[in-house]
């Protein structure tokens, strides 16, 4: 199957996979060290980590994720992550988090 004609890097440095009208597909590679802190997002994510570890904060708890594990990040909710060791992840938005901005 092709890519989706969305596909592309994002200016966060996120590729994005594929998009479709309900949900989209994007993939993430990130050095050991970076750190993003976010009020909360106008769409859901669940992701996956194939390789490597990250501390996500959500609503003032925190996780260790690491390669084979997964998350939720409700949509609106504040959060922060730091990546503790390289990783690869996937994340899945609805709705899709480039559509109408809302990636911005």
């Known amino acids: 199957m092709p890519r ?3 596909a592309g ?3 966060m440095g ?9 949900i ?11 750190q993003c802190q976010s009020p909360g997002r106008d769409y859901e994510t669940v ?10 904060e959500v609503d003032g708890d925190t996780a ?8 939720l990040m409700p949509k609106g ?5 730091r990546v503790v060791e390289d990783i690869v992840a996937v994340e899945a938005t609805s709705p899709p988090a480039r559509a109408d901005g809302r990636d911005e």
């Open 24 to 34: 989209a597909l994007r993939r993430w590679e990130e050095c050991a060290g970076k």
């Open 9 to 11: 890097i994002g200016n």
């Open 77 to 81: 909710s504040p959060h922060q992550y």
């Open 4 to 6: 989706s004609k969305d």
């Open 64 to 71: 260790t994720v690491c390669a084979g594990e997964s998350w």
């Open 47 to 56: 992701g996956y980590v194939i390789s490597g570890e990250l501390e996500i």
């Open 14 to 22: 996120q590729d994005y996979l594929a998009c479709g009208e309900s």
